[in-house]
């Protein structure tokens, strides 16, 4: 099974709808990150979770909200979505790694839809 | 501040001649450097890091890539392209005091021709 986990893979929705995107993790880590992608823009971090009390935004938290319901799972919500906010989503985890590196273990992303 | 920039956005190669993908930093602090690689519909895997210990570092799949502090550069290379390779590559910067946040650059898609 693999390490970290995302529900659904695939999702279309509508505009002004509330929609949810779920990450669970196996690997124990204490961090938690949340990702989307867009083309020529590489990945841009949305909200970052450093343990389950800790959670802060990252560079483009605006219309996006998370939950941290235990150390293993990490929920990003967009609460009205917009037709901007298509993308591909990734969940991602770490721990402290050699040589004080946070190396992050990714998810295999959600596309997200919004029409 | 931190950023890195990917100095190709398409690299085009054909099977078995050299790889190489290009990338700068910016840091204040000791940075830790990385390269992802993500295969068409798949996540991010890391190919290789770099963790202020050998400045070349050897990675998954032939790769390697070289710190340059002088040059603030982390290129990536490969002797012999493989059909495999092609894929988008990140490089990504994360600093001592960016408690685990990675920077990512703006990607590089490698193709490969037979």
């Known amino acids: 099974d693999a390490d970290v986990t995302q529900t659904p893979r695939n999702r279309i929705t509508k505009t002004g709808k509330r929609i949810m995107l779920e990450c669970s993790q196996t690997?124990?880590?204490?961090?938690m990150y949340w990702y989307r992608q867009d083309p020529g823009l590489g990945l841009r971090l949305i909200y970052y979770s450093f343990d389950v009390k800790d959670i802060n935004k990252g560079e483009i938290s605006d219309g996006y909200s998370v939950s941290r319901q235990a150390q293993a799972k990490f929920s990003l919500s967009l609460e009205s979505a917009i037709p901007n906010q298509t993308a591909l989503y990734f969940c991602?985890?770490?721990?402290?790694?050699?040589?004080?590196?946070?190396?992050?273990?990714f998810g295999p992303g959600t596309r997200l839809t919004v029409t | 501040a931190q950023s890195v920039t990917q100095l190709d956005s398409h690299v085009s190669v054909s099977e078995g001649t050299p790889v190489l993908l290009r990338c700068n930093y910016s840091s204040s602090y000791s940075p830790s450097l990385f390269w992802y690689v993500q295969h068409p519909n798949k996540g991010l895997q890391l190919l290789l890091k770099y963790t202020s210990a050998a400045t070349l570092v050897k990675g998954i799949n032939g790769f390697e890539a070289e710190f340059k502090k002088s040059e603030t550069s982390f290129h990536l290379t490969k002797p012999s392209a493989h059909m495999s390779d092609a894929a988008e590559y990140f490089c990504v910067v994360s600093g001592l005091n960016q408690g685990g946040k990675l920077i990512f650059g703006q990607g590089t898609e490698l193709s490969v021709k037979p």
């Open positions: 991602a985890t770490s721990d402290l790694g050699a040589g004080n590196s946070y190396e992050q273990y």
């Open positions: 690997k124990g880590h204490d961090r």
